[in-house]
DNA sequence: CGCCAAGTTGAGGCGCTTCAAGGTCAGTGG
DNA sequence: CCACTGACCTTGAAGCGCCTCAACTTGGCG
């Protein structure tokens, strides 16, 4: 009885809140009935529903007001949200996608249109938690063999997931650290900014990686921005459990040594390159990272932007795009619309200074 | 009777030899008798004395080799060394002294320049033994109060303590990592090097700093050279006893992380600033932060070659010349022989790029 | 003094940035 | 459907910051 899916219906016309329960209640789910936002966005938080069906329309506190609020708790953030409403209009379906929701009703649906959407999203959710479970397995890499930690199911149950649109900011330059994020799909890159607005990246992660480590472990407040390549979403480890885990195992503290050491060794290979390496050479260089990095090994495809590369090696974007063209009239690479293909890893290596 | 001071006389003329111990034995020394140099080399490890006398011309193993090969043994390689010689050539007299032997005597001599020389050593000696305690007091901060640990204690008896000349190179890049050094006295420059030949400051250690921390705990090999700026003592902590203490006690790894991570940080600001800063920008922040870390607050002297300078901030030397003449032009600094003086920090910091 | 290493100064030129203009592609609206 | 817009990439031309090479000066040291 306990573990029936909860529903919620946020909705203030109360034939239409309660006509749907009964729907909802027949196909045996468990429902709950709000009928204002402000009353919604209580029972959200304390009962924590498995999916949300909300008005646009209401008095005290519309839908967009819902949604944004629930959005900006950790615990609601990741809820599926579905929109119910009589108006039809485009703009209003496109402001409610924009802002984070998961689907849209136009009323009047009929019986079967509401239990395929809430069903789609519960199916959708159930995917997303796998992959959040893939991802916090392979936190276990870094905490060494304690599956099942209490902090990390703890920090399971907590689900301090949290997704981000493509160029969403994460944290700023400044701000304080709350904790480490592990990318759990997407992609995120740091990077600084000088006073005339140009930017060196310092980082891009992919899933299953961790941003903002460093900052953790100084204690300092982050001295770079963290930023969604792409739609992204994300688990935050708080700062708290990871001290908390580094004082009680040495085994952990040694995995967290062994990356920073790691990391101010390559940081300080990319110093060396930047000084007196050519463009052209750090071009090369970066390209086969990359590839060492994400790539398959024999067929090596790398998507990304020009102006990420510009700000991984400190080059202009204008240059960034000449030595790409002429890679390619060497034949060390060639390019299908924005994607790169490395065809000649060795020649790449070999590239004079 | 066991703590009497331990005196080693290598010699293969009998008569000398037992004379002089004479001497020394009534003036309250113990010693120890070697009748060639290869005797001498094995009593030496052994008997670990406090002061080696040792005559130049020997059969089986002469003095210099003697000196080489107690060089060599960590144990013995700080010991102080007085030459005993009928030689009075200067030439011999030089190659001694550069070998790294701390006196020289030429036979025949009174007994007062005999005790005098050992007196002279043995205090010579003492206050170096005070600097060094004085560094491994320091270290505690690393391993945070834990004053008189029994590992620390080890290390200062085993004495592992090193001189180098300067130029001289302490770990080769690509060098299995054995331990970190702590630096006594003088001073340390890490770099890397480019094919060409060209070098990248990676950092500069003066007292009381360590240098390799990153390759030690990374668990690779060296990726850097370390070299000595100066003649610079040095006290190896093997890896083993850093590792030991590392899994036992969290709250040094906590400190070694904290360590690393603010290198990560810095090497991030160092990259930045290299990709985008002007050089008159770089060497500005560099002098600045030069000041910071050894200078005193109000009058601030560093005493740093071009090269160096060039080096930390990927400059050519020329260059640096160039761009410390336009500031002393622009009464921001000013230079008393190669020393250098900041007279501005505010216009310094304020260095449009 | 005479040597060598380190620092300075000058002239020339290359490698890169900058500015500017045009091209391409996906998304959007009429 | 096509034109429009904006983000991104490409290409060209111009300029200059810094490196390189080479000659000279200085300073430390036997």
Chains 1, 2 share one sequence.
Do not use: W
């Not at 709000?34 to 839908?63: F, R, Y």
């Amino acid at each position: 009885m306990e573990n029936k899916t909860k529903i919620l219906v946020i909705e203030d016309n109360n034939d239409i809140r309660e006509s749907t329960c009964e729907i909802l209640e027949l196909a045996g789910y468990n429902t709950f009935q709000a009928k204002n936002g402000k009353i919604g966005v209580e029972m959200a938080l304390t009962e924590l529903p498995d999916v949300i069906l909300c008005d646009i329309s209401m008095p005290e506190l519309d839908g967009f007001g819902v949604l944004n609020m629930l959005s900006k708790q950790p615990s609601t953030s990741g809820l599926p949200f579905i929109f119910l409403t009589a108006k039809t209009e485009r703009t209003d379906m496109r402001r409610g996608m924009e802002m984070g929701a998961d689907d849209y009703l136009t009323k009047p649906f009929n019986e079967n249109e509401l239990l395929n959407a809430i069903d789609c999203r519960l199916k959708k959710r159930d995917q997303q938690r796998l992959i959040v479970n893939d991802a916090l397995n392979h936190m276990e890499t870094l905490f060494k063999g304690r599956k099942g930690l209490e902090e990390l199911e703890k920090l399971s149950k907590e689900r301090k997931v949290r997704s981000v649109k493509r160029k969403q900011v994460i944290y700023y330059e400044g701000d304080s650290v709350a904790g480490i994020y592990l990318v759990v799909s997407g992609s995120v890159k740091t990077f600084k900014m000088t006073e005339d607005g140009r930017e060196l990246l310092t980082g891009i992660y992919g899933a299953n990686e961790y941003c903002g480590v460093a900052a953790l472990l100084s204690g300092e407040n982050y001295r770079e921005t963290a930023e969604a390549n792409e739609d992204t979403t994300l688990c935050m480890v708080p700062k708290d459990m990871i001290e908390e885990l580094i004082g009680k195992y040495p085994d952990v503290a040694a995995n967290f040594i062994k990356l920073l050491a790691n990391n101010v060794l390559d940081k300080e290979e990319q110093l060396m390159q930047l000084a007196y390496h050519s463009v052209r050479k750090r071009m090369a260089d970066l390209l086969l990272s990359l590839k060492e990095k994400c790539g398959s090994p024999d067929l090596s495809i790398l998507n990304i932007s020009r102006s990420n590369l510009a700000g991984m090696t400190g080059i202009a974007t204008e240059t960034v795009s000449r030595i790409l063209g002429d890679f390619k009239d060497c034949g060390l690479i060639s390019r299908i619309g924005n994607q790169i293909i490395i065809l000649n890893s060795d020649k790449l290596e070999k590239i004079k200074n």
